[in-house]
């Protein structure tokens, strides 16, 4: 690995961390890929010290308004920004939302770093990516991450567990189809935001939530043995005109305040790196596998399991048994 | 596997494929679960019969009462159907939608057998949950099997390439943020609907649907080699009243009928396996990787990463060393 290119990333030279980005990207969707681990690796070591923000929400929440928002409270109070907008919803042409080219010129000039990731439709190629993407920029010394994305897939899901304080949006009058599936998405949050706080029902809705937080005790509860709570607050905003932003920037600092008084910080980095590693491993090991299966091997394979003359499970592990890496092959 | 069990099951009985779908999910979200295995290894031969519809489409669009509606109308027209509604919301209790409860009344009595499926948070176990839970209900005999996804994250397109056909749901006045995102939904789409029909603004979403049908000549054309092409055909529909539904099933056949004489419907049967394939065999050989490795050690070595000791690449690489399955070591 060139040692300029890594103290330009480390300088956190805006060109090349996009650069790095874009190599660590197409390392989390290749067949193998040793620059991009190689990056990693270098870079690894001047990781953890950004604060992590994920950023969820169903469509229609005005996220993207939002994290802008943020990302601007944050400058002005003198720190150094990134933005990852993960947008998982073209898988086939990697296309990024519509909306990206206007985003990118309201920041423009404003030291704010976005950049914008989708899936390509393959198996966990996303989430791995978005968390090198992190790893860059952490080691860019970006002091705060934000970390967007719909929110409303497993996906979504994965990708909140890199962060180290999870922000879940509503806003009032998006349905009641919506409305239910909050349930389930309330249980990954530290902080609640209802945004377009002008709109009819945005009481309501602030209502609604402190109700669900008042009658499932676990909300918000984090993992950890003293039982120590966090109940997530609850803030209305208006991120078109920032109102109610510098509150849920206070709102992250004392999340983050509680994590690290509580030694949680330390769960949130090792939840964050089991997951990261097996699906590193998960990755690599069907990389290796496969490697060593000839393709019509494959397609043969295949042509029996679809003609239904063996089954998957006889196929896996006739697979493993034949074509695992041995021990100490080395790479 | 027991032979009544299996007979049961073959024979459609609603309480055994209960059973055999719960078996098949806790398998999939265990670490080892022999029972589940041989359930697939047992059913396996007898499926490849059901015509699987995959329906996704953002929240607010109606999807389950489309679907509620698709089942009805394929009952009433002496088929035999299952819907599987995958809801990807709520990752760690694994609750269902609150609506749950509702629809399952709705159909009850109409020999339309439902099942919802969570997420447990868990890497890559709802896809393959829900692979093998179509595998039991196109064993157990239904010709129709709908499966239900959000359709906003990677899980639902992946769960979207178990499908033969692929119904992308719209609905009119959702949102500037929703029309960005079915530009990439689009893709995946064989049939589009436009839902909530009698709303205003449906028109105009069947004439931008059209538009950007014509612009992307990609769209629609199947992976085949001499390019028979399919047009997604757009359908106006007001699920709640039942309005339209006979013509989203009627178009549902004429693509069913198309892949037939093209020789289409095994590529789709090709995909879906490979991906069925790759992702068992991802996760079979992570958890007898781990399996290999003391619980202390895997600690130790995320302790390494989080305290930046070691980065990620080089404990997967020394893992993948010292643990793979060596070869023949049988299961």
Redesign the interface.
Known sequence: MNNDFISQIRQGDPLAVARAITRVERGAFAEHDETA?KL??AL??F??HAHIIGVTG???T???TLVNALAQEYRARGKRVAIIAV???????G?A???DRLRMQDLAGTGIFIRSM??R?Q??G?AAAVSDAILVLDAAGFEIILVET?????????IAKHAHTTLVLEAPG?????Q??K???L??ADVLVVNKADRDGANAAVAALEMNLSLNPALGIQNNSDKTAWRPPVIKTIALTAEGIGDVVDAIARHETFLNKNGLR?NK??AR??????????????Q???RTLPPARWDE???Q??E?E????????E?????????????
């Open positions: 681990r990693i690796r690894f070591a990781t953890g169903a469509p229609g005005g996220k993207s947008d998982p919803s073209s898988p086939f042409s296309g939302l519509l909306g989708a899936s439709g198996l966990g996303l719909v929110g409303a897939g497993q996906g979504e899901v994965d998006l349905g009641d189809e919506i239910a599936i349930a389930g998405i249980e990954i330390a980095e090792r790196f089991q997951d990261a590693l097996r699906e590193l491993l998960q990755r690599e090991l069907l290796r596998t496969l394979l295949i042509r399991i679809t239904r063996r089954d998957l499970y006889s196929v896996a592990d697979i493993i048994a034949q074509h695992s890496v041995p021990p100490n092959a080395g790479v």
